[in-house]
């Protein structure tokens, strides 16, 4: 049915809204008596750039043979603003012009909340694509105009963490600008506490309140908070938090929010299922190790011609284990009470194990490992060890982890060991320069203890010695702040300078707040890492593309350096801090050339004609959905290659990754890759204790061209293990640790981290650092790799 027009007469100038009245409406000098109280809303304007993803939909309409929808075809008002039952039936959560159109109208017409909260960051309400409709749930959203004038959007709603958002495509479409408070600048910041929204419930004295609530521990987009209440005043109703849903207020999100809420309006406010499957067991004498004939299509598994059990319930166990961590005694017992309702008996669970096992060897894994957004090699890889270990006992001499090396394996004596990779050479200088960040309290130091406080009944004055005491704790503050500058000043000029603005002895005198960036700039400076875990080679490019314009307007150039992004967005020009920029490059491009041998390395495009092995994933304990393309290298100069690491300690360096993991009578468990998504490509068993070379391996055996990012809890430590080995493969992957695991790496720089990236980056908002600790499964089920203990499958 050809879609209707907005007007149905012929003539469109008897309607014609008169345009004229328009520029009277915006001019702000007006004889109208209420001028004052009238305020012009502004419409949404589509973006003059058309985004990648206009230029996608319109060749897309191209290759359909469509000319797209006409200017002058609308939605038909009779039937709503939204599309009508019949055509519904036809639409899909796919993001479409019309769905954004759509949304627009709700946006307009302020059924669908979107206000914005401060620097570049807004608060949206939920949306319900395939119905049209809000869902009452806020969420965060923040973009950011990058140097190629291209929009880097994030948001925090499921949607847009997963894949991609209406809100997102919203904003890449229509401009927002108009709504922005003050200077709209990327590096603005955002009110730690706004409240965005107020209204009273109807026919009630109560009025619901909502805030978005900065975290006290990061300013990540996640980390802010939505927070609530409903009530009559500050000191009753109800809170709630988005973050921390099981309490009524006790949390810091909530009380940061009563706190505003109370200077706002004082301490009181006068306004305001029958049974899943059946397990047919036979009294006969049932034919063991043997799986009788095939039932698929009726939906049941053949056992052993004695027992029959449905895909049903085999599969709600496979479900029940991989979402919610599931061991086979807890779903056997759930299940046999449910049967002793309905007065009939469940099999055992060692029964049921079996079952269960010889069901799940026959399913098809090999090719199913692949996340359908992330694609066959994804940029992003989560590894992380799981400790589903046996006996070493039941070692099979059939096991072939990637660590394996083969014959044809490529020899490298060219790699050798290359300690001193840190930007500052002088490992005094380092310490001293880590010890002087934190500051001390000048007012401490001058007070006195109890001891030599002054006596108030006898007037008795200090001694001279206590004097001295603490005049030598502020001299020696100082001393160690000169030294700094001194070991600073022959590295870069423009450091030192640096350093001794924030730290010198007119700031420390003042008693000058230091922001929070330039200490962790420093840390980075002085930490005992290599250099190329603050600048590898693809930041390196970064680095030397803005030094080539060095202007405050291309400073998103640098947004993949967090450490220098901040520093510089604190500064009111770039000119002064170019030599420290350039001082990097060249520390950075020489520790790099100096890795790299003149042989080059294992090539990116791997060699396509290596063959697998042709066991079994079963007996070889290695299964990934990525064919194996090369052959692990090794490396005859490098004594501890193919060592187990040993715990012991490293000086000023982490040793968290040295900690031993599991039992001696144990292997290593299993080392499984994940994409962000929570998709696993894959695993391989671990003969003995978890170690960089498993990780190294996989990646080096299966990996055309190297990820672009690698999330390990011992990042730390991978990523100089990965750089020494292959530094051509991996020069361009960023390696680092987790959120969760953050906390436990006290000695990293936080150029290890991804956390300080994500504060800064919004794109990295929706990555899932924890995929692989959600998916994980940590309790203890039979192994395939075993020879002795199988399931009588085998």
Not at 36 to 50: D, L, N, V
Not at 104 to 109: D, K, T
Not at 372 to 383: L, S
Not at 544 to 561: A, D, G, V, W, Y
Request: charge should be negative; include cysteine.
């Amino acid at each position: 049915m050809a879609p209707k027009r907005r007007l149905l007469n012929d003539d469109p100038e008897e309607f014609e809204y008169p345009a004229a009245l328009v520029p009277s409406v915006k001019d702000m000098v007006w004889d109208s008596p209420t001028k004052a109280a009238k305020q012009y809303q502004r419409p949404f304007e589509r973006r003059t750039k058309p985004t990648r993803r206009e230029h996608k939909a319109s060749e897309g309409r191209m290759e359909n043979g469509m000319n797209g929808q006409p200017d002058d075809i609308i939605v038909n008002f009779e039937s709503g603003p939204f599309p009508s039952a019949e055509s519904a039936q036809t639409t899909s959560t796919e993001i479409t012009d019309l769905k954004i159109d759509q949304y627009l109208e709700a946006v307009e017409a302020c059924t669908a909340g979107l206000f914005h909260l401060g620097g570049l960051i807004f608060v949206v309400e939920g949306w319900d694509i395939s119905r049209g409709q809000s869902t009452g749930t806020w969420y965060h959203l923040q973009y950011l105009r990058v140097h190629n004038d291209e929009l880097c959007v994030a948001c925090t709603c499921p949607q847009g963490l997963q894949d991609n958002c209406i809100h997102r495509e919203f904003l890449k479409v229509y401009s927002v600008e108009h709504l922005l408070t003050g200077e709209g600048r990327n590096d603005a910041e955002c009110p730690p506490v706004v409240m965005f929204q107020r209204q009273q419930v109807l026919s009630m004295p109560d009025f619901i309140s909502t805030f978005s609530v900065k975290s006290l521990s990061s300013s990540a987009l996640k980390g802010r908070a939505i927070v609530t209440h409903t009530g009559s005043s500050v000191s009753t109703g109800i809170w709630r938090c988005s973050k921390d849903s099981g309490t009524n207020g006790a949390c810091p999100h909530v009380a940061s929010a009563r706190k505003a809420l109370q200077d706002l309006i004082g301490t009181n406010n006068d306004e305001v299922e029958a049974n899943l499957s059946d397990g047919i067991s036979s009294k006969s004498l049932a034919r063991r190790q043997f799986i009788g004939p095939d039932l698929r299509e009726y939906g049941l598994f053949n056992y052993n011609n004695t027992i029959l059990v449905s895909h049903e319930l085999l599969d709600e166990y496979t479900m029940s284990f991989v979402s919610s961590k599931t061991p086979f005694t807890a779903f056997v017992s759930v299940l046999s009470h449910r049967y002793t309702v309905s007065g009939a008996t469940f099999m055992g669970e060692d029964l049921f194990r079996s079952i269960w096992f010889s069901y799940a060897s026959l399913q098809a894994l090999e090719n199913d490992f692949r996340c359908t957004r992330c694609g066959p090699y994804p940029e992003a890889v989560i590894w992380d060890g799981i400790t589903l270990a046996f006996g070493r006992k039941h070692l099979s001499s059939t096991l072939s982890p990637p660590t394996q090396i083969s014959p044809h394996s490529r020899i490298c004596p060219q790699i050798k060991n290359h300690p001193k990779q840190q930007l500052i050479s002088d490992v005094r200088l380092r310490r001293q320069l880590r010890e002087v960040l934190n500051v001390p309290n000048l007012d401490l130091l001058l007070s006195s203890d109890d001891a030599d406080a002054d006596d108030e009944e006898t007037g008795e004055q200090i001694d001279e010695v206590a004097r001295e005491r603490r005049a030598r704790r502020v001299r020696d503050h100082l001393d160690k702040v000169q030294s700094v500058y001194t070991g600073l000043s022959a590295e870069c000029g423009a450091l030192a300078s640096l350093f001794l603005d924030a730290y010198g002895a007119v700031a420390f005198s003042s008693r000058r707040p230091i922001p929070v960036s330039y200490r962790s700039f420093f840390l980075q400076i002085a930490a005992e890492e290599s250099i190329l875990q603050m600048i590898n080679g693809a930041l390196l490019n970064d680095l030397l593309s803005f030094l080539s314009h060095p202007q405050k307007s291309e400073l998103t150039r640098i947004i993949s350096i967090p450490a220098l992004y901040n520093v510089l967005a604190s500064q009111p020009l770039v000119e002064p801090l170019v030599p420290l920029l350039q001082w990097l490059a060249n520390e950075a491009s020489a520790t790099l050339q100096s890795l790299i041998t003149k042989d080059g390395g294992i090539e990116s495009a791997g060699n396509s004609e290596i063959s697998e092995m042709g066991l079994d994933w079963k007996m070889s304990g290695c299964l990934y959905s990525l064919p194996q393309i090369r052959y692990r290298p090794k490396y005859p100069h490098l004594k501890t290659d193919q060592k187990k690491d040993v715990s012991t300690r490293r000086g000023d360096r982490c040793g968290k990754y040295y900690t031993q993991y599991g039992e001696r009578r144990l292997t290593g468990g299993i080392m499984v890759a994940w994409c962000t998504h929570s998709i696993c490509y894959g695993f391989h068993c671990i003969p003995e204790s978890e170690g960089r070379n498993d990780v190294f391996s996989a990646m080096v055996t299966r990996w055309p061209v190297a990820p672009k990012r690698v999330i390990y809890d011992f990042a730390c430590a991978l990523g100089p293990y990965c750089m020494l080995r292959e530094p051509q493969f991996f020069k361009n992957t960023f390696f680092c640790i987790d959120h969760f695991h953050a906390t436990g790496h006290t000695k990293c720089s936080p150029a290890a981290f991804l956390s300080e990236y994500a504060n800064v980056d919004p794109s990295l908002v929706s990555l899932n650092s924890s995929a692989g600790e959600c998916a994980t499964p940590d309790v203890e089920v039979e192994s395939y790799f075993q020879i002795d203990q199988r399931p009588p499958l085998c």
